[in-house]
């Protein structure tokens, strides 16, 4: 993202573009709840980047979005759709989000409370629960829990045998994601019992997904474009 900012407000660079004239910029990482190893990583590199000039535009971030309306909504839609789709109903929604170490918790960054915020608002707008996870841990350190493989594990001795599980934090499904839940996430499930599971995609490049975008963007722009 840092190259591609450099780029567009130097002309004549190989990326660049003479006639291209950015004054304003808006930096809109894709992270609905904020963490300062995502967020405010990708603000830095722009920062970072805008450290280097003699000129430098206008900048606007996009706040974190974990509990705005058209997020939720657009959560709720995509989760019901794939739902529907499903030939069982779940017993349990798992609402798998990447992990982060402890630490983080105990030094203030409120990603912890903004996955749990996530959760409940889209509980209830479902009317029904979340069970909420954490997933891709590594290193010795403590990380948030409950971890994801474990509850998944776990929830076959529990009587819940039925699964959907799904990952809102996530803009789009990754290799990472797609190996960890829905393929070694059903996998440990089945061993323990699980009978149904089913891994309901992220809201990737869909309507759905692009809508919410739309509507987040436009509302960051306004007073900047000529259609605001």
């Known amino acids: 993202m840092g190259d591609a900012l450099w780029h567009s407000l130097h002309p004549g660079s190989p990326a660049g573009d003479e006639g291209a004239g950015c004054e ?24 970072a980047a805008l450290a280097k ?17 058209a997020y939720i909504e657009a959560l709720a839609q995509s989760l019901t759709a794939g739902l529907a789709a499903l ?10 989000f990447h992990g982060m170490p402890q630490r983080t918790l105990e030094l203030g960054d409120p990603y ?7 959760a409940r608002l889209l ?21 948030l829990e409950p971890a994801t493989d474990a509850t998944l594990d776990a929830l076959p001795a529990k009587g819940i045998t039925k699964v ?15 190996e960890e839940l829905a393929i ?6 089945e061993e323990n019992g699980g009978t149904h599971f089913a891994y309901i995609p992220c809201l990737n490049a869909g309507e759905i997904g692009i809508g919410m975008l739309r509507v987040l963007l436009a509302r960051q722009l306004e007073g900047w474009t000529p259609s605001a």
């Not at 304003?24 to 920062?47: E, H, S």
């Not at 912890?112 to 996530?118: F, G, N, R, V, Y």
């Not at 070694?184 to 499930?189: A, I």
């Open 24 to 47: 304003r910029i808006l930096v809109a990482p894709l992270y609905p709840q904020y963490c300062g190893a995502t967020t405010a990583t990708a603000n830095d590199k722009a920062f």
């Open 53 to 69: 000039m003699r000129w430098q535009p206008a900048l606007r971030t996009l706040p974190p979005y974990y509990d705005d309306p």
């Open 87 to 96: 030939d069982f109903e779940p017993q349990a929604i798992v609402a798998s």
């Open 112 to 118: 912890h409370c903004h996955c749990q915020k996530t």
């Open 123 to 143: 509980g209830e707008r479902l009317g029904r629960p979340m069970t909420v996870t954490f997933q891709s841990r590594f290193g010795r350190a403590k990380w």
């Open 164 to 178: 959907a599980i799904f990952a809102p934090g996530f803009s789009a499904d990754c290799l990472e994601t797609l």
């Open 184 to 189: 070694r996430g059903r996998e440990s499930f």
